[in-house]
């Protein structure tokens, strides 16, 4: 007969009920113990000194804890009396690093219990009480006697009302109404009722001259919710994966409270927007295949069409969307035919002559009619084919606070995206945005913004936006993106991030680590408002502009910029911030005599540059006083002109390897070649002009030197950090990858 353990589901928060990213979780029984399993007595591991290891427990994503999270129950080691010792060692999403000990003790049943319900000595079970107080609150689990004994060990450490509640527990002194309380009290003890608010547990109550006086009231337990809509019922209790709902709607039927957790079968779809949620209420995806999936879009069948009057291949309906506005310029309707985009046109005489489009009024009003032509201007009303159009404003609006885990929305009519993230967000893909797939405050990891309506009748697209909302953080710290991913299709000229605060004050910072900016023809990365952003090893390719913050201090460390694909490199950091640039490179085509890099302090170091398309000119450029250049152990290769400083501008210029013909242009003079430069200005005494000896294909992102580059005497150039780099393919390849 095997041991029965206890599992232990959900994810951890800290004491103060924020999520964690990672971490692990050190068990240890309080005591040497055993387990009897049939006849043999089985030793529980992690039990005192000499009793085996410390049970550790690695913590999935967003602090899930693992299949495997199983433990031995107390009430089933002998001796009696045991405990686990629980450490935790976690990091918040923000890189704060959370550390404390809690003390459990299981029972037998149930079989699985969330982590939020674990009876912890020190903590009343079934009452959820918020912050540090959580872990020196009185435990009455055990008996009256233990309890009693809990309540007076920490009594100092309470309120009054916390004790008093304690007693009442311990004692017996709960009623089912006040009535029966104050028949069963004298003056000035304390009882507890249930409560009649669906998310509270209890009220506690004084008598007070022969009245109940209301003390304070104890929420629930934090409740997991359950949704599936292929495997659910809105008949179902949506408390356990067995008894899910069905609908967003149902779910949203139900007493949610705060720190709650909603999870969301994959392999669901929903025309449902999921929003309105309390406080630090998280939404996870569970089980396995695709990310559930909120479809902003609704089909309008083909009988609700008509032929436009004086058209010859237009059929009109009267289109109304999910909410009653106010409606902002960047609200958008959108057309699909069998699944594929139809193309925006300026006009109805457009939409006629242009097969596969469709006319909708901007910005969107509460009701507009559209105007489509079929792919293969057939008649929309009987040709079979499946219309979807734009209905709701998002997909998905997190708590404030909450977290969202691998989810799926697309085809927003709203402007602020499909997502929208207000603390957290981890694997999520925003699809098919109008303009903007995904807006995101606080911390964005591993998620995806993949495809956006083109620009040509929309302007300017952004696919990740930040921005300073009344439901964010309610800091000025700013965004922090890691392992993210904005892909735009052909023709769709967006910009990849974007950040601003509105005309507010600045955000103090924005944070971009290893995220990837595909075929983002506008711009990689952009924004305004913020006082320092940091690039860490970006990938960056198809973009005419690959950052152009307005902001004090930009660094860039290592990545790729790649300025081949798509639109040509035009700047790779726009004029007015002071540039920091370790380890980068950058691959540059077209645009003859466009600056590569323009500002008012740039300070470059260990860097490779190459020019793939011969004849094109490129430069690093200061002007002015009070300017500096700073460009030290760089490869520059196929450049023609190389640097330009204004008059009164600083120049450091030294150890570099600079291979082709360039000019120079220190102030108001033009040196012709590179040698005359020097010896006029006695900059870069210490560079060559020998051929950097790459070893693999520049233009492909591999900068490798080989063994007798003149770089290594002078430790120039970016290091390569052995990832493929072939980025012809990359938006291709990672579109794939993007597919749910």
Not at 265 to 288: C, F, N
Request: hydrophobic letters at 40%.
């Amino acid at each position: 007969m095997a041991i029965a353990l206890v599992t232990i589901t959900g994810a951890v928060l800290t004491p103060d009920g924020d999520p964690v990213s990672s971490g692990t979780i050190e068990v240890t029984l309080s005591q040497a113990g055993s387990v009897l399993d049939g006849a043999v007595s089985q030793r529980v591991a992690g039990g005192g000194p000499g009793s085996g290891p410390t049970v550790v427990v690695t913590l999935g994503a967003s602090g899930v804890l693992p299949a495997a999270a199983k433990l031995a129950p107390n009430d089933a080691i002998v001796p009696s009396g045991t405990y686990y010792a629980v450490k935790y060692n976690c990091v918040t999403p923000d890189g704060t690093k959370a550390r404390w000990t809690e003390k459990w003790q299981l029972a037998s049943a149930p079989s699985s219990i969330a982590i939020g319900a674990v009876p912890r000595l020190g903590v009343i079970p079934g009452l959820s009480v918020s912050g540090a107080a959580a872990q020196s609150e009185a435990n009455a689990a055990a008996s009256a006697t233990a309890a009693a004994a809990s309540a007076a060990s920490a009594a100092t450490a309470k309120t009054a009302a916390e004790t008093a509640r304690d007693q009442a527990l311990a004692t017996g002194r709960v009623y089912p109404d006040t009535t029966a309380g104050l028949t069963a009290s004298a003056e000035g003890e304390y009882f507890l009722v249930p409560s009649a608010v669906a998310t509270e547990l209890f009220i506690l109550y004084r008598e007070v001259g022969g009245a109940a006086s209301e003390i304070k009231r104890y929420s629930m337990p934090p409740q997991d919710w359950y949704v599936d809509s292929v495997g659910g019922l809105d008949a179902n209790n949506g408390k356990t994966p067995t008894t899910p709902l069905q609908t967003i709607a149902a779910l949203l039927a139900k007493p949610i409270a705060t720190r709650d957790t909603v999870h969301l079968a994959r392999g669901s779809k929903w025309r449902e927007i999921l929003g309105g949620l309390p406080a630090k209420v998280d939404v996870l995806a569970y089980g396995s295949g695709p990310r559930p999936l909120f479809d902003c879009s609704d089909v309008a069948a083909n009988g609700t069409f008509t032929k436009t009057a004086g058209r010859t291949n237009v059929y009109q309906i009267a289109w109304s969307v999910a909410w009653a506005g106010p409606y902002s310029g960047g609200d958008r309707h959108g057309v699909w035919e069998n699944g594929v985009r139809l193309a925006s046109v300026a006009d109805v005489a457009t939409c006629d002559s242009t097969p596969g489009s469709f006319y909708a009024p901007q910005p969107i009003s509460a009701t507009d009619t559209i105007y489509v032509h079929a792919v293969n201007s057939s008649d929309v009303t009987v040709n079979g084919r499946t219309y979807e159009l734009c209905k709701r404003s998002a997909g998905v609006v997190s708590a404030v606070g909450g977290a969202l885990v691998g989810l799926h929305a697309r085809r927003n009519a709203g402007n602020n995206g499909s997502i929208l993230s207000y603390y957290y967000a981890s694997d999520c893909l925003a699809e098919e945005g109008s303009n903007h797939n995904m807006w995101v405050e606080g911390v964005a990891e591993d998620c995806v913004a993949w495809k956006i309506y083109p620009s040509k009748q929309y302007g300017d697209r952004t696919m990740f936006v930040t921005f300073l909302s009344a439901y964010g953080l309610g800091s000025l710290r700013g965004p922090v993106y890691r392992r993210c991913r904005a892909v735009a299709g052909d023709g769709e000229a967006p910009i990849g991030y974007y950040i601003h605060t509105g005309g507010g004050p600045n955000f103090q910072r924005a944070t971009y680590e290893d995220c990837w900016a595909v075929n983002c023809s506008t711009a990689a990365f952009g924004g305004t408002q913020v006082d320092v952003v940091l690039y860490k090893n970006p990938r960056i390719s198809g973009s005419a502009i690959a950052m152009n913050p307005t902001t004090a201090a930009c660094y860039i460390l290592g990545g790729l910029i790649d300025g081949r694909r798509g639109t040509k490199m035009q700047n790779a950091v726009g004029s007015g911030t002071n540039v920091i640039m370790r380890g980068v490179r950058v691959i540059v085509s077209g645009n003859t005599n466009q600056s590569l890099i323009s500002s008012t302090a740039l300070d470059i170091r260990r860097c490779t540059f190459v020019v793939v398309d011969p004849g094109a000119a490129y430069y690093w450029k200061v002007a002015g006083a009070g300017t500096s250049l700073v460009f030290r152990e760089n490869i520059v290769s196929g450049f023609n002109h190389l640097l330009e400083t204004g008059a009164g501008a600083a120049l450091d210029s030294d150890q570099n390897v600079v291979f082709g013909a360039v000019d120079v242009k220190i102030g108001a003079t033009t040196h012709a070649t590179f040698a005359a430069y020097q010896a006029a200005t006695g900059q870069d005494a210490g560079s060559s002009t020998s051929d950097p000896l790459f070893l693999g294909q520049p233009r492909n992102g591999d900068m490798r030197v080989g063994d007798t580059s003149p770089a290594w005497a002078r430790l120039a150039g970016a290091e390569h950090d052995g990832e493929d780099l072939d980025v012809t393919l990359l938006g291709q390849g990672y579109a794939a990858a993007a597919t749910p």
